[in-house]
């Protein structure tokens, strides 16, 4: 049996997003239902891949291994759910670097790919944002937008974006399992 992946935006889908960066494991907090929803998708045989901009580390904001440690807990709330997390992939570069890895580049999707030959065009993407929607696109996966994080105002400021909304993420992992 082929494997089943999703693609995860973290800040605003799995965590609650902050203007000022989440900058240390405390900072980190789950968007209510996130990690149950990455334990239903777990459950479902769906093999789950974070791609994250991170360009708190560009801004020197914080280090490497201080996101390390929030990806660190943000893994352990995520088994302690009853989910896994196959990989994370994170862009440490800020948005004035030219970069393939920064979405709304798709360098980190065409990774994943590689790394785990698989066909992107059968891979769900949850984000919250335009440029999530826009590197999934990009690859030809399957964009799904939330409106926690950036989700309202990546609606508001988008109304002609033609892609499944939810809620949250736990909406979006319920359809993307009834559609297994």
Same mark, same amino acid.
């Given at each position: 049996?082929?494997?089943?992946?999703?693609?995860?935006?973290?800040?605003?889908?799995?965590?609650?997003?902050?203007?000022?960066?989440? #900058?240390?494991? +405390?900072?980190?907090? %789950?968007?209510?239902?996130?990690?149950?929803?990455? /334990?239903?998708? =777990?459950? =479902?045989? @769906?093999?789950?891949?974070?791609? *994250?901009? !991170?360009?708190?580390?560009?801004?020197?904001?914080?280090?490497? +291994? *201080?996101?390390?440690?929030? =990806?660190? #807990?943000?893994? +352990?709330?995520?088994?302690?759910?009853?989910?896994?997390?196959?990989?994370? @992939?994170?862009?440490? =570069?800020?948005?004035?670097?030219?970069?393939?890895?920064?979405? %709304?580049?798709?360098?980190?999707?065409?990774?994943?790919? !590689?790394?785990?030959?698989?066909?992107?065009?059968?891979?769900?993407?949850?984000?919250?944002?335009?440029?999530?929607?826009?590197?999934?696109?990009?690859?030809?996966?399957?964009?799904?937008?939330?409106?926690?994080?950036?989700?309202? !105002?990546?609606?508001?400021?988008?109304? !002609?974006?033609?892609?499944?909304?939810?809620?949250?993420? @736990?909406? /979006?992992?319920?359809?993307?399992?009834?559609?297994?």
């Amino acid at each position: 049996m082929t494997s089943l992946y999703v693609i995860l935006d973290r800040d605003g889908v799995i965590n609650e997003d902050s203007a000022d960066f989440i #900058k240390s494991a +405390e900072e980190w907090q %789950p968007v209510p239902g996130s990690l149950d929803a990455i /334990a239903l998708l =777990h459950r =479902h045989g @769906y093999q789950i891949v974070v791609i *994250t901009n !991170q360009s708190g580390v560009a801004r020197g904001l914080f280090d490497l +291994e *201080t996101l390390g440690k929030i =990806h660190a #807990k943000m893994l +352990e709330l995520v088994r302690q759910a009853g989910g896994d997390v196959l990989k994370i @992939y994170f862009c440490p =570069h800020g948005p004035d670097n030219d970069c393939d890895c920064r979405k %709304p580049k798709a360098g980190l999707f065409r990774q994943f790919a !590689q790394d785990y030959n698989v066909d992107l065009r059968q891979v769900f993407a949850v984000g919250d944002s335009l440029r999530d929607a826009q590197a999934a696109t990009l690859v030809g996966a399957k964009p799904i937008l939330v409106k926690t994080g950036k989700g309202l !105002q990546t609606l508001e400021n988008n109304p !002609q974006l033609q892609i499944p909304v939810f809620e949250s993420l @736990y909406g /979006a992992a319920s359809y993307i399992t009834a559609s297994k």
